[in-house]
């Protein structure tokens, strides 16, 4: 039988340990860890700054989803349980925006499914990179922002990378503007087509994720509106727009904290 510590026993530890608290907390969770090596679904969380350098220790080879939200672990821990256990994932969700995390994706993912990342300005040849490696993807979320002015990628850009490089099965765009869209009728129209002549032809499901769901089309043109009812009626697209608060708290619903 295993020898185990009594609750007050514990406590005890953890109150004279106040330099490596966090060590022995991150020893004890981890070898608790250790132990479910069928893991299909994974969702952590950390707060107030840790680090748990013994994350990257962690090997699920059945491992399917992995949902990061808030803090992320280093990046390099994190690239590294990537490359432990990311060949088999079909869902990865993170809120860390770092480059090389960004790449390890596309390197140690080659099976998702459904991505949400976040890329910064500049990085447009890392979503590329994602379509190119992932070539089961079928959903991305992703944030938008004003073009070369922004921390994030403009809208356009990300609408002219996913018509030309997202793979055969892809079918779900889901984009946060953290900025009003800065996509003009006629740059919207060009992108309609060029998903329209693709081939296999598959109905793309543009989902808009804005702050407030009531107020978003105060902001779009009634152009813009014709354009999209237009590819609408041609099966081309499902236009919809969502509350990103609402979109969070949907992906929430599912969080278990360790």
Not at 27 to 47: A, K, M, Y
Not at 176 to 182: K, L, Q, V
Not at 192 to 215: C, H, M, Q
Request: include cysteine; charged fraction near 25%; glycine fraction near 4%.
């Amino acid at each position: 039988m295993a020898c185990q510590l009594p609750a007050d026993c514990l406590n005890d530890i953890f109150e004279y340990l106040e330099e490596d608290k966090f060590a022995l907390h991150s020893c004890i969770l981890v070898n608790h860890l250790c132990l479910f090596s069928n893991l299909q679904e994974f969702i952590f969380s950390f707060f107030h700054g840790t680090e748990f350098e013994d994350f990257r220790m962690l090997q699920y080879p059945k491992l399917q989803v992995l949902k990061i939200p808030y803090q992320c672990p280093r990046p390099q821990y994190m690239m590294k349980f990537l490359e432990n256990n990311g060949k088999n994932l079909k869902k990865f969700y993170t809120d860390e925006n770092n480059k090389d995390l960004s790449l390890s994706i596309a390197k140690f993912c080659p099976n998702l499914k459904s991505l949400f990342v976040i890329l910064n300005n500049g990085e447009i040849d890392i979503l590329k990179t994602i379509f190119i490696s992932c070539q089961y993807l079928e959903s991305i979320k992703i944030w938008c922002d004003k073009g070369n002015f922004g921390e994030f990628l403009s809208e356009k850009e990300v609408l002219e990378t996913v018509a030309k490089y997202s793979p055969n099965n892809f079918c779900e765009l889901k984009i946060y503007n953290c900025s009003n869209s800065d996509v003009f009728t006629g740059d919207l129209e060009s992108f309609f087509i060029s998903w329209g002549e693709r081939t296999p032809k598959n109905l793309l499901s543009l989902i808009i994720l804005v702050d407030d769901a009531d107020y978003y089309y105060d902001y779009i043109s009634s152009e813009t509106l014709e354009i999209i009812g237009k590819y609408e009626d041609l099966g081309t697209i499902k236009f919809l727009t969502k509350s990103n608060i609402n979109e969070e708290k949907e992906e929430e619903d599912n969080y278990y904290y360790h």
